[in-house]
């Protein structure tokens, strides 16, 4: 994202004070970030000083019938960048719009007509609008931005470290997984190429495993699970799973559409069961590399931090450190009760399979960072803020 920063040629008596503005378009949701910068000097780096953060559910692919309503989205989110952003500054504010897996996932045809939305949104707007501000991030991209940051503002990119951590990010669409390998056999023994990404850091080059899995985000493979994603018959049909409690009975909205789903009334629920389900979906698919049968060091963050904390894991505002089976018992003390009463569902492990990732591996469980008020509830008070951020970390006072 080297676009982000606008030039800093700027003559000596201008303000040292400037402003970028991030359009975050998830599958689950559309977020601003207003970003104000100082400028310390010709020589130095720019600072990040503030964010100002707004979200609004759904995501812009729950408009891929209507796509005006996507251009809606953006129009109501840019007023949190004028009111953040002085109006002498628009002009040369630059904006910038990547959508993740919930436009991955639509026909190439749908997602331009979101897009073309966006950019007409963004094209009357009184801001700075560069060439690439609209466009779709691809899965590899966005699993090295996120191993950049975490490392970055874990102190893992300085000079000094010799280590560096992995990263899982489970958004609602798809799922990344960004590590550094330790052995070269790792890289050799990648079942495509694509899993294979190298990254200049300041003098050093980084020979990264990443990958993308798109459909394995936590809604996505959820609905998957159920036989419910690509299926026709929506209005009649309800998808049943013996991962959700007998009585359950809900409506899930992911990607525009509706799913009815529920409980197996005659059938049998409980962890077992629920396994077998999701194994389905997920065996064969994910690539489970070696090396992280050791112990490793892997920050786990968007949905596998909140399910950590909905399952009682870990501390909302704290964060935590957990081993990867401690998600495994949860799930299964949860599943196996949810026979008995009827609790909350909760479906053992999403996405990735887990347990088969790393048997002894450790992640630490973090929240992300927001200096502005979010109305959503996927708000979260992590002490790091590193989530498709790339930035100084946040000052105490903003926690
Ligand atoms: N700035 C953000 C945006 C989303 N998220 C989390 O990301 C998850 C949703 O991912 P998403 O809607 O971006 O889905 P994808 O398009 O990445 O698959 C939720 O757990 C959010 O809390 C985050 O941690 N920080």
Redesign the pocket.
Known sequence: MGGLLPSLSRPANHSRIFYSVMF?A????T?IHVYTFIHGGSEELPVLDNEMFHSIKP?LSAYADSPEMAGHTVRMLLKVAKKTVPRLEWKRTPLFLRA???LRLLSAERARLLLEQVQHVFDESPFLVPDDSVSIMNGTNEGILAWISVNYLTGHLNAHSERTVGILDL????TQITFLPKLRKTIESVPVADYVAKYDISNSTFELYTYSYLGN?LMAARLATLGALGAEGLEWRVFKSSCLPKKFRDEWSFGGLTYRVSGDPDGLAGYKLCYQEVLKVVKGIIHQPHELQDSNVFYA???YF?RAVDAGLIDGVQGGTLEVRDFKKRAKEVCNKMTKHPPHPFFPVHGHDLHHLSAQGWIRLQG?HRAAVDQES?Q?GGQLGF??HVGSPPRPEDL
């Open positions: 975050d998830g599958s689950t949701g977020r995501g993740t897996a919930g958004g609602g669409g798809s985000g963050f968007s949905y909140d992300e996927e979260r989530r498709r």
